[in-house]
């Protein structure tokens, strides 16, 4: 990503992070009804659920300039997601829940910049978590 590209998705992720919860729960919601059969994978309480996904987001784009630097803890997350039984295939349907839910969050400032930005952003994190979910060996969360 350019440098240029970080400070957009930083700068969006702090405009909807005053909305965490709502725009977690906006997540949620569009990513079953893309794809309904992911909703027996997740709790049926997703309140604490909703928390986690936007620390975690904060956490790796703060780190975006040098992800060398959270390798370590996108690779255990990873390697939970593989025993979660998530496929490389549900990542391309994350993303296209996550640009959803932030078209909807951001308007217009959601431009085609943007919509990049965020889409190397999130297929950067994604290819990485794949790779490492490949040669780690599942473990319980
Ligand atoms: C960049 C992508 C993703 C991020 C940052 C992310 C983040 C998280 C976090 C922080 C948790 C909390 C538990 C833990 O730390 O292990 C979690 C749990 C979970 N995620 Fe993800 N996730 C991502 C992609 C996905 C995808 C593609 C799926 C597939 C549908 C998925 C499904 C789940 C499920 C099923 C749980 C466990 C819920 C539970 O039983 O408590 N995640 N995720």
Redesign the pocket.
Known sequence: MTPRQIAIVRQQFGLVARHADAFAAGFYDT?FTI?DT?RP???ADLA??RG??V???AH?ILSLHDLGAVIDDVR??AA??AG????ST??????IA?LTTLGDHLGDRFDDEARAAWALC?GT??NA?IDAGRSAPAVA?
Do not use: E, I, N, S
């Open positions: 990513l794809d992911l994978l997740f709790p604490a659920q986690k996904l620390k975690v987001l790796v255990a997350l939970r997601h979660y039984g998530v496929t549900d990542y391309d349907t994350v993303g996550l999130y994190l994604a978590m969360a």
